[in-house]
Nanobody, 124 residues
Framework: QVQLVESGGGLVQAGGSLRLSCAAS????????MGWFRQAPGKEREFVAA????????YYTDSLKGRFTISRDNAKNTVYLQMSSLKPEDTAVYYC?????????????????WGQGTQVTVSS
């Protein structure tokens, strides 16, 4: 079992930056692929990024490459999402998620554990 708690969301102006954190409980955090997803009002949850258990491999949705960076610190049981050059269309609830195995995939249904989400609002 893994419990996930996101933090770091808030209100930011367009062009600004935020760093989201996701703290995980459990001794097996380092064995999970971790992902970030987001869900805007009225839209489906969409994949943002994923990172391998070691942090050596990352995978991003094409539209966010270059602006968002996923990283993890296994000693702190924490995964991060650094977001820069934020746009109003980045406004959403951001969720972290964990999945077993080795695949850094974008499918929502392949992730086993989810946090409660943190709101990010980007004003124009």
């Amino acid at each position: 079992q893994v419990q996930l708690v996101e933090s770091g969301g808030g209100l930011v102006q367009a062009g600004g930056s935020l760093r989201l954190s996701c703290a995980a409980s459990g001794r097996t955090f380092s064995s999970y692929v971790m992902g970030w997803f987001r869900q805007a009002p009225g839209k489906e949850r969409e994949f943002v990024a994923a990172i391998s258990w070691s942090g050596g491999s990352t995978y991003y949705t094409d539209s966010l490459k270059g602006r968002f960076t996923i990283s993890r610190d296994n000693a702190k049981n924490t995964v991060y999402l650094q977001m820069s050059s934020l746009k109003p269309e980045d406004t959403a609830v951001y969720y972290c998620a964990a999945r077993g195995g080795l695949v850094l995939g974008p499918r929502v249904d392949k992730y086993d554990y989810w946090g409660q989400g943190t709101q990010v609002t980007v004003s124009s």
